[in-house]
């Protein structure tokens, strides 16, 4: 009976080998590499949900921006952190509604270098206040003293509505200004009456805040 004689099996060659290993590294790689990107991704969704909210923590009424939670004990975890972040003494969202601007009201960022008109209805008996601040959250230095007007300060017209202006320029009337502060930020706060606000009254309230109006730029 003849035999039969089996050759054998030829080793892989260095080449093989090499290639081999390179595409188990490149597969390490772009798995590290979707790992980190998810993370940056991830730290950077939850810091702007702190500073900047979300739809689950803000409400837009035109260009103003409310963290409807703020204050209260139902908070969620983004706008408590919020409050933590910035270090300020929020009034809480049971007691009145606190309304930021960073654009005008046909979305253009706020900046000292262009004139602004705000014009606010009558609010009904509420208090309230209107101050800008530069992007940090600053007061703006000025030679005037004057960073904010409220419904006791206010020069209002005979039907009780409000006209501001905003500039670096001093100007006759209610001027609040804006020097060389770059970008701005206006908060407008309303205070509840004592009896307190209904969900309704609140909502019809955010109906009528104030408009932004940009004139000139420079």
Same mark, same amino acid.
């Given at each position: 009976?003849?035999s039969?004689?089996?050759?054998?099996?030829?080793?892989?060659?260095?080449?093989?080998?090499?290639?081999?290993?390179?595409?188990?590294?490149l597969?390490?790689i772009?798995?590290?590499a979707?790992?980190?990107?998810?993370?940056?991704?991830?730290?950077?969704?939850?810091?702007?949900?702190?500073?900047r909210?979300?739809?689950?923590?803000?409400?837009?009424?035109?260009?103003?921006?409310?963290?409807?939670?703020?204050?209260?004990?139902?908070?969620?975890?983004?706008?408590? &952190?919020?409050?933590i =972040?910035? /270090? *300020? %003494?929020r009034?809480s969202?049971?007691s009145?509604?606190v @309304?930021?601007?960073?654009t005008d009201?046909?979305?253009?960022r706020?900046?000292?270098?262009?004139?602004?008109?705000?014009?606010?209805a009558?609010?009904?008996?509420?208090?309230w206040?209107l &101050?800008?601040?530069? =992007?940090? /959250? *600053? %007061?703006?230095a000025?030679?005037?003293d004057?960073?904010? @007007?409220?419904a006791?300060?206010?020069?209002?017209?005979?039907?009780?509505?409000?006209?501001?202006s905003l500039?670096?320029?001093?100007?006759?009337?209610?001027?609040?200004?804006?020097?060389? &502060?770059?970008?701005?930020?206006l908060?407008?706060?309303?205070?509840?009456?004592?009896?307190?606000?209904?969900s309704?009254?609140?909502a019809?309230?955010?109906?009528?805040?104030?408009?932004?109006t940009?004139?000139?730029?420079?």
């Amino acid at each position: 009976m003849a035999s039969i004689e089996l050759e054998p099996a030829s080793a892989p060659s260095k080449l093989s080998v090499l290639r081999a290993i390179i595409a188990i590294l490149l597969r390490a790689i772009g798995v590290i590499a979707t790992l980190m990107l998810a993370i940056a991704v991830g730290l950077w969704s939850s810091r702007y949900m702190v500073a900047r909210g979300s739809p689950l923590s803000i409400e837009r009424h035109g260009p103003w921006e409310q963290w409807t939670d703020i204050g209260r004990e139902s908070a969620d975890p983004y706008t408590k &952190a919020n409050m933590i =972040s910035t /270090g *300020k %003494l929020r009034i809480s969202a049971d007691s009145a509604g606190v @309304f930021e601007a960073r654009t005008d009201s046909q979305g253009a960022r706020l900046h000292s270098s262009c004139n602004y008109i705000v014009r606010g209805a009558n609010m009904q008996g509420l208090w309230w206040s209107l &101050a800008v601040f530069d =992007s940090r /959250g *600053k %007061l703006i230095a000025n030679d005037a003293d004057r960073y904010e @007007f409220t419904a006791d300060t206010i020069a209002l017209n005979p039907s009780g509505a409000f006209l501001v202006s905003l500039g670096r320029d001093a100007r006759p009337g209610n001027w609040l200004p804006t020097s060389g &502060a770059g970008r701005l930020v206006l908060v407008f706060t309303v205070l509840d009456p004592a009896t307190g606000l209904s969900s309704e009254e609140r909502a019809e309230r955010n109906k009528h805040l104030p408009v932004i109006t940009r004139e000139s730029c420079s």
